[in-house]
């Protein structure tokens, strides 16, 4: 790797990390000797990048630093070209719509080192099955997850069973031919998956449920963490 390609990535490292990130870490992911770390660190604060911190403590990249636009490398490229070629074939209608302006921006404004990986990219994914229609507007559902608001729904489950809820949605989940919807339900008082296909109706409540969107997910995810008993 050139010095220069490796000056980039420690600030990508810094940039992506919430906590101190040790020159030993970064020596192991970069492949180098922690030596070579201490040096390119001590270079980049040289030249004005905003990084505090001390050997054996880590160092962190002060917030509101920021590189040119689209300092990306032919592997950052393709991530992106693979994630929204993924969104685009699977996502709800507003995602996938979004996922193909994403693509259409990136090739407008990509230096023209990067243009080959866009026009000729060595990933791909492979065309998705039908999938079943959202019962309920999924960009709506993304909305009220941010603001902390409520939806009533009817729902009907594997069984056929209809029943009606009132839930505190947390996170939309995609997959190959279904869409998901994690929700606290209150009829359950626990959390529940929805199958986005199974709503029959969706009313959007301007209620709010009381408990940060953040907090929310916390919780969802460590019980979704549990190993079963």
């Known amino acids: 790797m050139r ?7 420690i600030i990508q490292i810094l940039r992506r990390s919430p906590r101190p990130v040790t020159a030993m870490a970064m020596a192991h992911e970069l492949e180098v000797s922690p030596r070579t770390i201490y040096r390119d660190v001590a270079d980049l604060v040289a030249r004005r990048i905003p990084i ?5 403590f880590g160092y962190v990249l002060e917030p509101g630093f920021d590189m040119p636009p689209l300092s990306l490398t032919v592997d950052e490229m393709e991530a992106a070209l693979l994630g929204a070629q993924w969104v685009a074939g699977r996502g709800d209608p507003v995602l996938a719509r979004a996922a193909r302006d994403l693509v259409a ?15 000729t990219p060595t990933i791909g994914t492979h065309e998705s099955g039908a999938t079943p229609p959202d019962g309920l507007d999924l960009a709506r559902v ?3 997850i941010r603001t902390g608001r409520k939806i009533r729904i009817t729902y009907r489950d594997e069984r056929g ?6 839930i505190w ?4 989940g995609y997959f190959e031919s279904a869409r998901t919807m994690a929700a606290w339900c209150e009829l359950r008082q626990d959390f529940r998956q929805f199958r986005t296909a199974r709503v029959r109706d969706a009313e959007f409540l301007d209620e709010r449920h009381g408990e940060r969107p ?10 979704w963490a549990r190993p079963p008993a």
């Open 52 to 56: 505090n911190g001390e050997a054996g």
């Open 142 to 144: 993304r909305d009220w």
């Open 105 to 119: 921006k990136l090739t407008a404004v990509a230096p023209d080192a990067l243009r080959a990986a866009i026009a």
């Open 169 to 172: 949605p947390v996170v939309i």
């Open 161 to 166: 069973w209809v029943s009606e809820r009132t």
């Open 214 to 223: 953040a907090a929310l997910r916390r919780r969802w995810q460590r019980q």
């Open 3 to 9: 010095r220069a390609d490796r000056l980039f990535q």
